[in-house]
C-alpha cells in the first residue's frame, strides 16, 4: 500500500536552532514530491516540489532533499514566523491524486 | 486577490439540513479538488475533477456530492449533513507540475 509518513509528529526548537523534518514514502513509481506549509486555520501553502533523488530545493531558511525513500525538510536558523505545520505529499506515476502525510508541527520559541 | 477563493468560510449547520460550499478560481487550471481536513487525520480526498465533464470520487466521498458548474467553479454539496461531517474543507485546483494550490478553507460545524 502507497504510504506517506512524516516525523516527528511535534518538533520544538528554540530560535536559531536547526533541525530538519522527515517525510519517508512507499509507491512504485515517484512522480514528485510535494512541501507545504499550513498555518491554523489557513490552507496549504506550496513550498517546492522534488522529482528525482539528489534534487535539491531552497527558499529562505528552508531546504528540501530527496532520496529514493525519503525526503528532509532542513530548517536553518529558524524564526518565531516559521512556526506552522508542513506537509509532505507524493504523486505516483500519472496519478493526479496526492498521497498525503499527516504532518510535522513545528513549534519555534524565541 | 485570492488565486482561489471559497464561500462560506465559516458555517453552522443542524444536522439533516442540505448545504454547498463553493469554490471559486482564477487560476485558469483545468483540475480542481475537494478536501476535508481532520486533527491528526490529515487531508483527505472526497471529489476531484478534470474538466466541467469528468468528475471523480475520491477516497471518501459517501454523503458528499458535487457540480463542476465551470472551469473556475466547483462546489461541494451536503445532501443531509451530520455531526461527524464537521471538520475544515478546502478547495484546491492543480498546476502544470502537479503541484496544487489551496483556498483558504471553510470550517463547518453540524450540530
Known amino acids: 500500500e502507497d504510504q506517506v509518513t512524516q516525523s516527528p509528529e511535534a518538533l520544538r526548537l528554540q530560535e536559531g536552532e536547526s533541525s530538519s523534518l522527515n517525510c519517508s514514502y512507499t509507491v512504485s513509481g515517484l512522480r514528485g514530491l510535494f512541501w507545504y506549509r499550513q498555518d491554523p486555520g489557513k490552507g496549504p501553502e506550496f513550498l517546492f516540489t522534488l522529482y528525482s533523488a539528489g534534487e535539491e530545493k531552497e527558499k529562505e531558511r528552508l531546504k528540501a532533499t530527496l532520496t529514493k525513500k525519503e525526503s528532509f525538510l532542513h530548517i536553518t536558523a529558524p524564526k518565531p514566523e516559521d512556526s506552522a505545520t508542513y506537509l509532505c505529499?507524493?504523486?505516483?506515476?500519472?496519478?493526479?491524486?496526492?498521497?498525503w502525510g499527516a504532518g510535522t508541527k513545528l513549534i519555534i520559541k524565541p | 486577490d485570492a488565486d482561489v477563493t471559497q464561500t462560506p468560510r465559516n458555517r453552522i449547520t443542524k444536522t439533516g439540513k442540505r448545504i454547498m460550499l463553493e469554490c471559486s478560481q482564477t487560476k485558469g487550471h483545468d483540475r480542481m479538488y475537494w478536501y476535508r481536513q481532520d486533527p491528526g487525520l490529515g487531508l483527505r480526498l472526497i471529489y476531484y475533477?478534470?474538466?466541467?465533464?469528468?468528475?471523480n470520487k475520491g477516497e471518501i466521498s459517501d454523503g458528499y456530492s458535487v457540480s463542476r458548474q465551470a472551469q473556475a467553479k466547483f462546489s461541494l454539496s451536503l445532501e443531509s449533513a451530520i455531526p461527524n461531517q464537521t471538520a475544515l474543507y478546502f478547495c484546491?485546483?492543480?498546476?502544470?507540475?502537479?503541484?496544487?494550490?489551496f483556498g483558504p478553507g471553510t470550517r463547518l460545524t453540524v450540530t
Open positions: 475533477s478534470f474538466d466541467v465533464k469528468d468528475i
Open positions: 484546491a485546483t492543480g498546476g502544470s507540475s502537479y503541484e496544487q494550490y
Open positions: 505529499a507524493v504523486q505516483e506515476g500519472s496519478n493526479y491524486q496526492l498521497i
